[in-house]
């Protein structure tokens, strides 16, 4: 029997990533989605309702006609700047939204949950790489709705048994390695498709921000994860929680372990665009406040304990695969 899925969010980057290995696997997927910032195009493997989790209606109607095995959960607003300046918008949709979901999951006797969490709860590194021990001290809005989620999910595993993974990601990238799917943000704020938008024309340039961070070369260094890899820890957590070999509030970070600067992605780009005759411009700014040197993911406790192995971390596949799906949107050749 396929176990049926609800993805919400299932309509951006990460999610519809996810529908597809999802519905690759034998699983049965629906989608919910506001598409505030995902796109009708990429909801391809799952039936999509169009809704918002404020709407607790369509909630409770959703859970009546479908009955679901788990629930993962990437609808969240997730841009840094603008939860400092709007942190009403991201109460209101990231943990009250939230808030929403968990009461019809309970109602319903729903009570797996992977929940979409961020390197952003943790704030200033104290060590590098991050573990899941690090003290959580998030800087900005966002990174403190998503630890109030992580500290809801855990009360809720306490007192109504209620069973979740939380999963904190670094630097999601890349693309299908099937060129089906892609990141699509607008607007876009994420270094690789950011330097490949100015590879393709689609902006005249890239604007490094400080090279004089205590590195070898100068620049930042963040751990990159391939969007596959992403998906298959969510995978490997949902399966260990719908055959109850995992249970409680579950917590891991996700990364490769090994960190690239921002030079370093430069580099492998432009040598990999000019296999196209294709070249990016590059300016330097000043440093970005709040930016740390060195953000990295201690990863080992998901590869011990979900037996999550990355497949694509090394940067030139992950930049391969982004290159072809930005190719693909432009129409180059």
């Known amino acids: 029997m396929k176990d049926k899925i609800l993805i919400v969010g299932g309509a951006g980057y990460i999610g519809a990533h996810m529908a597809k290995m999802l519905a690759n696997s034998n699983h049965e997927v629906v989608i919910l989605d506001n598409l505030s910032t995902g796109f009708r195009?990429?909801?391809?493997?799952?039936?999509?309702?169009?809704?918002?989790l404020a709407d607790t209606h369509l909630l409770e109607n959703l859970f009546r006609s479908h009955d679901f095995s788990g629930v993962i959960h990437f609808a969240a607003n997730s841009l840094v700047g603008e939860s400092m300046a709007n942190p009403a918008k991201y109460y209101r949709n990231n943990v009250?939204?939230?808030?929403?979901?968990?009461?019809?999951?309970?109602?319903?006797?729903?009570?797996?949950?992977?929940?979409?969490?961020t390197a952003a709860t943790f704030g200033e590194p104290e060590y590098t790489p991050i573990d899941e021990k690090h003290p959580q001290r998030p800087i900005n809005t966002y990174g403190t709705t998503k630890l109030m989620v992580e500290t809801i999910l855990q009360d809720y595993a306490n007192a109504y048994g209620f069973n979740?993974?939380?999963?904190?990601?670094?630097?999601?990238?890349?693309?299908?390695?099937?060129?089906?799917?892609?990141?699509?943000?607008?607007?876009?704020t994420h270094l690789i498709p950011l330097i490949l938008q100015a590879a393709s024309g689609k902006r005249d340039a890239i604007t490094v921000f400080g090279r004089d961070y205590p590195t070898e070369d100068g620049t930042c260094i963040r751990d990159y994860i391939h969007i596959n890899d992403l998906c298959s820890?969510?995978?490997?957590?949902?399966?260990?929680?719908?055959?109850?070999?995992?249970?409680?509030?579950?917590?891991?970070?996700?990364?490769?372990?090994?960190?690239?600067?921002v030079q370093q992605v430069l580099d492998v780009v432009q040598a990999v665009v000019a296999e196209d005759n294709y070249h990016v411009t590059v300016l330097s700014g000043e440093r970005r406040a709040g930016d740390p040197a060195v953000l990295v993911a201690d990863a080992q406790k998901a590869k011990t304990e979900l037996n999550w192995q990355p497949v694509f971390n090394n940067l030139e596949t992950i930049v391969r695969h982004a290159w072809a799906w930005e190719k693909q949107q432009r129409n180059l050749n």
Not at 41 to 52: Q, R, T
Not at 96 to 117: C, Q, W, Y
Not at 245 to 252: C, I, M
Request: proline letters at 2%.
């Open 96 to 117: 009250a939204g939230t808030l929403n979901l968990l009461d019809v999951m309970l109602r319903h006797e729903v009570k797996n949950l992977i929940f979409s969490s």
């Open 41 to 52: 195009h990429l909801a391809k493997y799952g039936e999509l309702v169009v809704g918002d």
């Open 164 to 188: 979740s993974v939380c999963l904190r990601y670094f630097n999601a990238c890349g693309a299908d390695p099937e060129g089906e799917l892609g990141e699509c943000h607008e607007p876009e």
């Open 233 to 261: 820890a969510h995978a490997l957590a949902l399966a260990a929680l719908i055959s109850k070999q995992k249970s409680g509030a579950l917590t891991y970070n996700l990364g490769n372990g090994s960190g690239f600067s």
